[in-house]
T-cell receptor
């Protein structure tokens, strides 16, 4: 069966520090991968999605970047964190081409930038 | 792009009563409408979905209805129980078919449902 791992679960970082959140998927090949941010009152905001290795699409201008160095690995990064980067970050995956393309979410990372 | 509006933002019901959450979408080409449930501190999980070729779908106490003409869809929960308390998100997308590449779900802002025992 497929599983998704996301870490760390919580992270407290000072303003201006770098960020690296990692997500890996097991049990499937060539998944679509996503990074979402969840802020209070704003629902689930898509930040990045990837349909394959090295292919990254960005949905919103921001201080963050994403990379997909391997088929089942998705990394969210920042060189210098801002206060506004605080939030709950969710990685997700789906199987390309399936009817409905259900999203399966990771357990999330609560990021606090101080 | 697609825009999804969800109402209400909060909803309180007595245990055993019904709850209805409504969403509207803007892109008439959208053809797939899932609902996700997120319990406190947990990840969102798909609970039910509907495609544009059907008007209603049921799964035990949960049902979703779709009105393509009006571009709105609703989640209905009957005989609510305390474990139904969670944030519910609706979403919409245009699924373009196998091999057509990825898609992007547009989510509503969520409804916090509280079921009072």
């Amino acid at each position: 069966s497929q599983t998704i791992h996301q870490w760390p679960a919580t992270l407290v970082q000072p303003v201006g520090s770098p960020l690296s959140l990692e997500c890996t998927v097991e049990g499937t090949s060539n998944p679509n991968l996503y990074w979402y941010r969840q802020a209070a009152g704003r629902g689930l905001q898509l930040l990045f999605y990837s349909v394959g290795i090295g292919q990254i699409s960005s949905e919103v201008p921001q201080n963050l970047s994403a990379s997909r160095p391997q088929d089942r690995q998705f990394i969210l990064s920042s060189k210098k964190l801002l206060l506004s980067d605080s939030g709950f970050y969710l990685c997700a995956w789906s199987v390309d081409g399936t009817v409905g393309e259900k999203l399966f979410f990771g357990s999330g990372t609560q990021l606090s930038v101080l | 792009g697609e825009n999804v509006e969800q109402h209400p933002s909060t909803l309180s019901v007595q245990e055993g009563d019904s709850a209805v959450i409504k969403c509207t979408y803007s892109d008439s080409a959208s053809n797939y409408f899932p609902w996700y449930k997120q319990e406190l501190g947990k990840r969102p999980q798909l609970i039910i979905d509907i495609r544009s070729n059907v008007g209603e779908k049921k799964d035990q106490r949960i049902a979703v209805t779709l009105n393509k003409t009006a571009k709105h869809f609703s989640l209905h929960i009957t005989e609510t129980q305390p474990e139904d308390s969670a944030v519910y998100f609706c979403a919409a997308t245009r699924f373009s078919g196998i091999g057509a590449g990825s898609y992007q779900l547009t989510f509503g802002k969520g409804t916090k449902l509280s079921v009072i025992p």
